[in-house]
Every structure is written in C-alpha cells, then in structure tokens.
C-alpha cells in the first residue's frame, strides 16, 4: 500500500528566507506526486505534480519541487518565503493504477515579520 | 464561479441525527471524492465516484451513504452522527483519477454536540 510521510509537523522560516518542506513516499511503481497548500478556513490548491520526465518541477507562487527516486522523495523549496505562504501544506501520492490518493499528514508553515 | 461548491459550510447538530452535505462541481469532471479532515488536520479520503460508479470506498462506518444522481454531483448522507464524525467535510473533483489535478470545495465544518 501506498504512504506518504512528511517528517516536520511545523516549520517556522523568518520572510525571505529560504524554505524546504519534505515529503518521502513509498510506492511500489512510478508515482505521480503532488503538493497542495491550505490557507486557513479554505480547501486545498495544487501547487505543483510530477509524473515524469524533468524531475525538478517548477509550480505556482515560486515554488518548486525536485523528486528523488533514489530518496523516495519530493522536497517541496521555494527560496525566498512570503508571509502570505503561511499555510498548510500536504504533499499527496497518487495510485498510477486505482487512482487512489493518499496525502501525508501536513506540515504546518509559519512565517516570522 | 466557484469551481466546486458544498452546502452547507458549518454544520452543527445533535448527537443520533442524520444530516445531508451537497457538493456540485461545474468544471465538466467525471471523478468526485469526499475527503475527511480531522481537528489534526489529517485529510484521508472517503470515497470516490467515477461516473456516478463507486470505485474507491474507504473504511468508513455504513452510517455515511455518499450518492452521486450524475456526474456533477456527489451528496453524503450521515446517519445517526456521533461525536467522532464533527470534522471538516471536503468534497472534489477531477478528470479522471491519476494525474489529474483535483480541485477542492472549501469544505463543511461538521459539529456533532
């Protein structure tokens, strides 16, 4: 069965400062990963997917994400943070052949003045 | 036009009702869910329909009855609620079930007191 783990339950970042959220998956196949983000009170957006090809992804607001298969993993990074990033972010796995998505449990984003 | 709509947004009730959360998505897309995300954030799908066929059916308690009348929207019925149900409510939508983006409602808060 499919599983995403995102290790950091809550990142704190001063803005402008660099950022990276991880996500490590395991899936028996090639997966398709995604990662969306949550304001408060809202539902999710996507921010980026991988599929194949190009394994460093660029998605909206600045943000980027590179899969590592050898890592099992696809690090979400944006190199310079915005207050208005502060959010939730789930970093999803995507059964290539059911269709089923499974998301990690978040990682909470707080951003310092 | 909000892409996909749930009514109602705050759900409060009585413990042993049953209460009805609509969703429709006007974005022309034949695969809908209901996701469920608890006070820890944790989001973990419900069920999904394809074409108003049921394909993904999660371990949920037979008091949730997802019915989908046709491809634009997909309802969930809750009989008998218990504390344990007072969550968010997301429903979804996509193009097919594998790459696709899935594009989220903003969710109805569920109370059960």
């Known amino acids: 069965a499919q599983s995403v783990t995102q290790p950091d339950i809550h990142i704190t970042v001063s803005e402008g400062a660099s950022l990276e959220l991880r996500c490590n998956y395991s899936y028996g196949a090639t997966p398709y990963l995604f990662w969306y983000v949550q304001s408060p009170g809202q539902g999710l957006q996507l921010l980026l997917k991988?599929?194949?090809?190009?394994?460093l992804v660029q998605g909206i607001k600045g943000f980027e994400a590179e899969f590592k298969r050898s890592q099992s993993s696809f690090n979400l990074r944006k190199p310079s943070v915005h207050w208005s990033d502060a959010a939730e972010y789930f970093c999803?796995?995507?059964?290539?052949?059911?269709?089923?998505?499974?998301f990690g449990d978040g990682t909470t984003l707080t951003v310092k003045p | 036009d909000t892409a996909v709509s749930q009514t109602p947004k705050y759900l409060v009730t009585q413990m042993g009702n049953d209460k009805s959360i609509k969703c429709e998505q006007n974005?022309?897309?034949?695969?809908m869910y209901w996701y469920k995300q608890d006070s820890k954030k944790f989001l973990k799908i419900m069920f999904s329909?394809?074409?108003?066929?049921?394909?993904i059916n999660e371990t949920v308690p037979n008091r949730f009855s997802p019915k989908s009348p046709d491809k634009a929207h997909l309802n969930l019925h809750i009989n008998s609620l218990e504390l344990g149900d007072s969550a968010v409510y997301f429903c979804?939508?996509?193009?097919?079930?594998?790459?696709?983006?899935?594009?989220f409602g903003e969710g109805s808060w569920l109370t059960v007191v």
């Open positions: 974005l022309g897309h034949d695969t």
């Open positions: 979804a939508s996509s193009l097919g079930s594998r790459r696709n983006t899935i594009y």
């Open positions: 329909y394809n074409n108003k066929e049921l394909i």
């Open positions: 991988y599929f194949s090809g190009d394994t």
């Open positions: 999803a796995v995507v059964d290539s052949y059911a269709g089923k998505s499974t």
